[in-house]
């Protein structure tokens, strides 16, 4: 999502990477460019005068350490603000001690509160929990029937008492009845709203007040634009959020509107909401956000994601055989799968330090992945573990006949398999270069 | 249950109320038996789970649908909230008069500061001045670039024409703002039928301007559930249906897309109905495989009628920032979006996107949504929206 941003600030900090000395002209075209990168990612305007002044400050402050050159010393500092801005660590989800825990869901229209309800009771479920839902949005039409849906695709109970009593009423005797079941974690679903009518508002305040819950989550959409400020403001006035959820994670908005709010309410980003999967839910790490704005790569997500999928052993081994060049097709269908586990490659790639700026124009297609396993799975064990059997022509046309390929598709990915296994050779002997923007050992 | 029967509840919903009591039985019941088996592959999403906890649990429960469909009939068609609607209109100046009351209550909102900045403008000289104009319309999600572009115009034509009062200056903003607007807002409906497919990025009010749409075309309207994706979109655009007396063509959930919308064009085709809108699921412009889909959607009507589809019809939610760029350049590549509609205008949104679209993407904005009922929905118009931005408040 921030890669735009981040390129942005790459391309300011380019001209800092490397200098001697920092001139205060050279902080003045930094922070210019760090501006205009920061308002066209959407973050509001007094919050960008407030962050560059502070980067600003520092920047042409006394903080010149030795051990760092003054373009490093830029970096650092926008990195350390920008870390700052979003908050420090990631929010675990807390339990109340006399349960059940109540969630309440509150936000603008259409920003994604009722598939966040599926999302969050999926996840609090895989925490041990016995979540339980709790329908209150009577406004939109079919909004009571898509939360069922959701409840009964995840085998999650769902309160509902139509559109008729009042959101008050039904979200009170959802969370006593959720506790009569014996449930521990209620969430409670609100109608979508407009910051501006009143009169919804002030509804909001009734069922917060009527249910008590111990946490408030504010769902933002990641394109909000300027307005995330006031929009954020009113909601902490009437529901006072203690955490947000952004939502759509998996767009390409740089999402300003996250540093926005968190600026000016100083309620964290709690949770991740990217995909339309009702698993694709998470807690938000803002420490390493900030780093993926700034281009470095999100290391630590690729790495954790990897060892959620990977049997440890298994990628040991793999990598092993990897740099051997004995790699075969059969290995590679398996890293594919793996590789398929892990989430769509575009998001995955965006992660990979270095790889944000190159990949800026280039399309991934997840669909590649699934022409080319159907192509290896097309071929015989023996074609596999033997790539060179595959020059024969007539064993190329029928794979290519087997998995819906061209006869050149098949030839194609032989070819790049040969000159992948190459490439990995010399990487395992230590011949390949640096990937730039790799932190070097 | 997507493809439940749906009667027309209310006759007095819409204009011809025999319209929609006469195409809805023949092609609701037609559609429902034959296509159940057809269940679309690549969805994965489990519908109709056995057994849920929640059923045992709750009694009540039962009641929902039917209390839940006839919300919206309560809503949009009771006589008396078209006639608050027609007042508000006559009263203050229609979607204009309510955005400005909606900014009134925000006192710090940007319209109120860029009012107070152009009060104080003297002279066309003063640095300052222009900067402080560019903050305002930056904080209106008006973009970087566009606005550059708009303060470089102002700037210079003050400068040459040596503007001194705030009230000509006004009047150039209001005028440049509209120039940069302007496009052709009238909606092709000539054909018979006319087939308007609906397409956007999730939650920006597809469904919803869907519904207002039946009211706002002429004719007889039908409606097609081509969000075969989304938990209760079927149910939601059904209700609309009911609300609105228009027949709905819909599948069950999970179904193929594309095939729920050739029944519909054969379907509009054979009854005769004037127009046929498509709703389509939310999708992000970034997945490929989505808008590859919605590309075999558009396909589809190409072959079955020649020339349709004859609108594409792409929401935007009016409070996004500059990712609306993005949705617009990228939607308008993959099914050549004809029109935008800007959706929630009723919030704090500044609308400043529909400047940065007009300006940067280039499809013109045909209609913007204001509100929750069915009336909400008007043509879009230019000098009325640059007089929203900037005229006086």
Not at chain 1, 325 to 350: A, C, R, V, Y
Not at chain 2, 331 to 346: C, H, P, R, S, W
Request: some cysteine; glycine content about 10%; hydrophobic content about 40%.
């Amino acid at each position: 999502m921030f890669e735009t941003l981040g390129e942005r600030l790459n391309t300011a900090l380019d001209g800092v990477r490397g200098s001697g000395n920092l001139t205060e002209d050279q902080v003045k075209k930094v922070t210019r460019e760090i501006r205009l990168a920061l308002l066209e990612a959407d973050v509001n305007y007094g919050v960008v005068k407030e962050f560059v002044g502070k980067v600003r400050d520092r920047a042409t402050g006394a903080e010149v350490s030795k051990a760092l050159s003054p373009g490093q010393q830029v970096v650092k500092i926008v990195n350390e603000e920008l870390a700052e801005l979003m908050g420090g660590t990631a929010h675990k989800l807390t339990f109340a001690s006399r349960p059940p825990t109540v969630m309440m869901l509150a936000g603008l229209n259409g920003h994604g509160k009722t598939t966040t309800a599926g999302k969050l009771a999926l996840f609090a479920r895989k925490l041990g929990k016995n979540p339980y839902l709790v329908a209150c949005d009577t406004y939109r039409p079919a909004a009571i029937d898509q939360l069922q849906q959701i409840g009964r695709e995840l085998n999650v109970p769902v309160y509902t008492e139509g559109t008729e009593p009042s959101p008050e009423d039904i979200a009170e005797r959802g969370v006593q009845k959720a506790k009569a079941g014996g449930y521990d974690f209620v969430i409670v679903d609100t109608a979508g709203r407009q910051v501006l009518d009143q009169d919804m508002m002030e509804e909001l305040k009734r069922v917060r007040s009527s249910v008590k819950p111990h946490s408030v989550l504010l769902v933002l959409d990641v394109v909000t634009g300027q307005n995330a400020v006031e929009v954020a403001q009113a909601f902490q006035e009437y529901a006072d959020f203690d955490g947000m959820v952004l939502t759509k994670l998996d767009g390409d908005a740089r999402g300003g509107a996250a540093l926005s709010v968190v600026s000016v309410t100083e309620r964290p980003v709690k949770f991740a909401s990217e995909g339309e999967k009702m698993s694709e839910f998470d807690y938000f790490y803002p420490d390493r956000m900030a780093g993926r704005i700034l281009g470095m790569g999100d290391v630590l997500t690729l790495i954790e994601k990897a060892e959620q999928q990977m049997d440890q052993q298994e990628a040991e081994a793999q990598g092993k055989k990897l740099m051997s060049g004995k790699f075969t097709f059969e290995d590679f269908l398996k890293q594919m799968q793996m590789i398929k586990k892990m989430g769509p490659l575009s998001s995955l790639m965006g992660m990979i330090p270095g790889l944000g700026k190159q990949l800026q124009n280039v399309q991934i297609d997840d669909r590649m992945l699934g022409r080319v396993e159907a192509m290896i799975t097309s071929m015989t064990l023996q074609e596999r573990r033997n790539p060179k059997l595959l020059q024969n022509p007539s064993r190329a046309r029928r794979i290519a006949r087997g998995s819906g390929a061209t006869q050149q598709d098949v030839q194609k990915l032989v070819k790049q398999f040969g000159e992948m296994q190459k490439m990995m050779k010399q990487m395992g002997k230590g011949g390949m270069p640096r990937i730039p923007g790799m932190p070097s050992r | 249950m997507a493809t439940g029967e749906k009667q027309a509840l209310e006759p007095e919903a819409g204009e011809e109320p025999e319209a929609g009591a006469t195409t809805e039985a023949p092609v609701e019941e037609e559609f429902v038996v034959e296509e159940e088996s057809d269940v679309g592959e690549e969805f994965t999403t489990p519908e109709d789970l056995p057994g849920t906890v929640e059923e045992a649990l709750e009694p009540e429960e039962e009641v929902v649908a039917s209390e839940e469909l006839s919300e919206p009939e309560e809503e949009t068609a009771e006589p008396e909230l078209v006639a608050e609607e027609d007042s508000e209109d006559g009263g203050s100046g229609g979607w204009f008069g309510r955005l400005r009351h909606g900014l009134k209550r925000s006192r710090e909102s940007v319209v109120g500061q860029l009012n107070a900045a152009v009060a104080e403008f003297r002279d066309a000289e003063d640095e300052e001045f222009w900067e402080r104009v560019e903050e305002i319309l930056i904080a209106s999600d008006v973009g970087v670039t566009t606005t550059a572009k708009l303060v470089g115009e102002l700037e210079q034509e003050a400068l040459e024409k040596n503007v001194t009062s705030a009230g000509e200056l006004r009047k150039m903003m209001v005028e440049h703002a509209r120039r940069m607007l302007e496009g052709p807002v009238e909606m092709d409906v000539s054909n018979t039928p006319t087939v308007i497919l609906m397409v956007g990025v999730n939650g920006t009010g597809k469904t919803t301007t869907t519904g207002k749409l039946v009211k706002y075309l002429p004719g007889r309207v039908m409606l097609a559930a081509g969000d075969t994706f989304r938990a209760a979109a079927i149910e939601q655009l059904q209700s609309w249906g009911e609300a609105t007396g228009a027949p709905v063509v819909a599948r069950e959930r999970g179904s193929d897309a594309a095939a729920v919308t050739h029944e519909a064009v054969e379907a509009a085709k054979r009854d005769g109905v004037d127009v046929l809108l498509v709703d389509t699921a939310g999708r992000l412009h970034t997945k490929m495989n989505l808008m590859a889909e919605l590309e075999k959607v558009k396909r589809v009507v190409e072959r079955q009628l020649p020339g349709a589809p004859h609108e594409v019809l792409l929401t935007v939610d009016a409070t996004t920032g500059q990712n609306g760029l993005r949705q617009a350049k990228m939607f308008g590549e993959a099914v050549g979006v004809t029109g935008i509609i800007l959706t929630k205008l009723d919030g704090t949104a500044r609308g400043g996107i529909a400047l940065a679209i007009a300006n940067e993407v280039g499809v013109p904005i045909k209609l913007i949504s204001v509100g929750e009922k069915v009336g909400d929905l008007h043509p879009f118009d230019a000098d009325e929206f640059a007089q929203a931005l900037f005229g006086e408040l």
